[in-house]
Nanobody, 114 residues
């Protein structure tokens, strides 16, 4: 299983970004996939996830601002982020669960300036 995340960058507060993740070795209709983030000096935290059945949820801290989605035909997963704030600055990782094991991508850095 491999996951490749992209789309990070530098954005001003209030701006938007879309992260993309291209997983291989996972089945979209079966495996749960998710976005996590890790800010400097903090633990990695769940941002949003989407199940094989398409049910999506997200952390309270990003609810109403971030949206997780997927394109099964294109085999891509996305995290649309709006109204970004400095506290959203972190390395964002896409992940996928298969067989009870969590696989991680390499991470993409999102920096939000005030």
């Amino acid at each position: 299983v491999q996951l490749q995340a992209s789309g990070g960058g530098l954005v001003q507060a209030g701006g938007s970004l879309r992260l993309s993740c291209r997983p291989s070795g996972l089945v979209f209709s079966v495996n749960t996939m998710a976005w996590y983030r890790q800010a400097p000096g903090k633990e990695r935290e769940l941002v949003a996830r989407i199940t094989g059945g398409g049910e999506a949820d997200c952390a309270d801290s990003v609810k109403g601002r971030f949206t997780i989605s997927r394109d099964i035909r294109a085999k891509m997963m996305y995290l649309q982020m709006a109204d970004l704030q400095p506290e959203d600055t972190a390395v964002y990782y896409c992940s996928g669960n298969r067989g009870g094991y969590t696989y991680w991508g390499q991470g993409t850095l999102v920096t939000v300036s005030s």
